[in-house]
C-alpha cells in the first residue's frame, strides 16, 4: 500500500515537473521520508529520481521548440560548484533542521505556483 | 551573467534540499529575464538536469543515494513528466495549479509540526 502510494505521488511529481519546469523533488523527497528514508537519503535519492523525470521533460518540451540550450547550459554549468556547496551543508545540518527548512521551501513553492496561476488567469 | 548568478542560487538550494533547483530557477527567468512561462519551465528542466548530476555525484560520494527507491519513484514520475508537459502545451492549468499548491502547502504544514 506504502509503495502504491509512492508511485501514485511519483506520478504527481512528474506532472509538476512536466507543467511547472522543476524536477519533481518538492514531491520526491517528502515521499521518499513517508517510505521511511531519513530527510537526508530522501534528498540525495530524490535528486537521482529527478534524472529521468526531467529527461523526459526535456525530450517533450525540445519537440515544443521551447528549450534555450546555452543559458540552460549556463545555468546547469554555474550550478555545479554551488551544488556541491549545498550537499556538503545538507550532511552536516541537524535533521530536524534540515526537514523544518523543507517545509518551508515547500510551501514557498506551493505559494509561487499559486501566484502563477493567478498571474496568468483568463 | 545573469544565467550564472541563477545557476548558483539554484545549484545551491537543488543539492542542500535535493530538489531540482526549477523552484529557484523558473521565478528568476520570469522575474529576472522576463522569459515567457513555456520557455522558462522548459529551459530550467535542461539546467535541472546537469544540476542533479552533479548533486547525485556528490551525495553518491557521501553514500546517501538509494537506487531501488530512484527507480521506484523515477520511473513513475518520468511517465507523469511525458504528460505534464503535453498538458501544458494545450490546456488552461489553473484550477490543476491551484490543487498542486494547496498538496504542497498542506505537505509543508504536516513536516512542520511533525
Keep these: 500500500m506504502t509503495y502504491l502510494l509512492a508511485v501514485v505521488l511519483g506520478i504527481v511529481a512528474g506532472l509538476l515537473a512536466g507543467m511547472f519546469g522543476v524536477g519533481g523533488g518538492i514531491l520526491f523527497v517528502p515521499t521518499l521520508t513517508y517510505v521511511g528514508l531519513s530527510q537526508l537519503h530522501a534528498e540525495a535519492t530524490s535528486l537521482l529520481a529527478i534524472i529521468p523525470t526531467v529527461l523526459?521533460?526535456?525530450?517533450?518540451?525540445?519537440?515544443?521548440?521551447?528549450?534555450?540550450?546555452?543559458?540552460?547550459?549556463?545555468?546547469?554549468?554555474?550550478?555545479?560548484g554551488a551544488a556541491v556547496g549545498g550537499a556538503q551543508v545538507a550532511v552536516s545540518l541537524p535533521e530536524s533542521t534540515l526537514r523544518r527548512l523543507f517545509a518551508v521551501l515547500l510551501l514557498l513553492t506551493a505559494a509561487q505556483i499559486a501566484w502563477r496561476a493567478w498571474r496568468s488567469r483568463p | 551573467m545573469a544565467y550564472i548568478l541563477i545557476g548558483l542560487v539554484a545549484g545551491f538550494?537543488?543539492?542542500?534540499?535535493?530538489?531540482?533547483?526549477?523552484?529557484?530557477?523558473?521565478?528568476?527567468?520570469?522575474?529576472?529575464?522576463?522569459?515567457?512561462?513555456?520557455?522558462?519551465?522548459?529551459?530550467?528542466?535542461?539546467?535541472?538536469?546537469?544540476t542533479a548530476v552533479a548533486g547525485v555525484v556528490t551525495y553518491v560520494v557521501h553514500g546517501q543515494v538509494r537506487p531501488t527507491y530512484a527507480l521506484l519513484l523515477g520511473v513513475p514520475a518520468a511517465i507523469g513528466s511525458y504528460y505534464g508537459s503535453s498538458l501544458q502545451q494545450?490546456?488552461?492549468?489553473?484550477?490543476?495549479?491551484?490543487?498542486?499548491a494547496a498538496l504542497l502547502a498542506a505537505i509543508g504544514i504536516e513536516m512542520l509540526v511533525r
Design chain 1, 56 to 80: 523526459v521533460g526535456i525530450w517533450r518540451h525540445h519537440s515544443y521548440g521551447n528549450v534555450r540550450w546555452k543559458p540552460a547550459l549556463a545555468i546547469g554549468i554555474a550550478s555545479i
Design chain 2, 90 to 100: 494545450r490546456v488552461n492549468t489553473n484550477t490543476l495549479s491551484f490543487l498542486f
Design chain 2, 13 to 50: 538550494f537543488s543539492a542542500l534540499f535535493g530538489v531540482g533547483g526549477g523552484v529557484v530557477i523558473v521565478p528568476l527567468l520570469l522575474l529576472a529575464v522576463k522569459w515567457d512561462i513555456r520557455v522558462a519551465t522548459a529551459t530550467s528542466l535542461a539546467a535541472i538536469l546537469i
